[in-house]
């Protein structure tokens, strides 16, 4: 079992969280890009049910490259990103790792959607790596 914390940066919305983590990953896909402002999202996936949000995050959806319905969770006041959520994925929560106060915590153990990731992005070799989504 694994306990996180973490909050936006303005403070407004926090979360605790105790459980199992089933994955880490850096996804590279361009909405992760474009919803995080940096060259790739990093996150952790834990059951729903483990993380107990405290404060209402906005949300915003779309649709991934494959048709599932993506929500992503972000401060109203301050902008934070802080959680995602995937249609196919129902009960499980995406925290985003660098609002995690136990950043320790974290290690990726696979890049997806490198066929999308910046040039200058530089993968772990020893890190398995995916064109796209696998599975």
Do not use: W
Not at 82 to 109: D, V, Y
Not at 118 to 130: C, E, H, N, Y
């Amino acid at each position: 079992m694994t306990k996180l914390t973490g909050k936006c940066l303005y403070g407004e919305v926090s979360f605790a969280a105790d459980g199992d983590v089933p994955v880490m990953a850096n996804c590279h896909c361009t909405a992760c890009r474009q919803s995080t402002g940096s060259a790739f999202a990093t996150l952790m996936f834990m059951k729903q049910d483990d993380v107990k949000v405290s404060g209402i995050p906005k949300t915003f959806e779309h649709k991934s490259d494959g048709g599932n319905l993506m929500t992503k969770h972000f401060c109203g006041t301050c902008g934070t990103p802080l959680f995602t959520q995937n249609s196919a994925r129902e009960g499980m929560l995406g925290l985003r790792a660098g609002i995690i106060n136990e950043h320790e915590e974290f290690t990726p153990k696979v890049n997806v959607y490198t066929s999308s990731k910046m040039k200058s992005t530089v993968l772990d070799d020893s890190i398995p790596a995916f064109e796209k989504m696998p599975g």
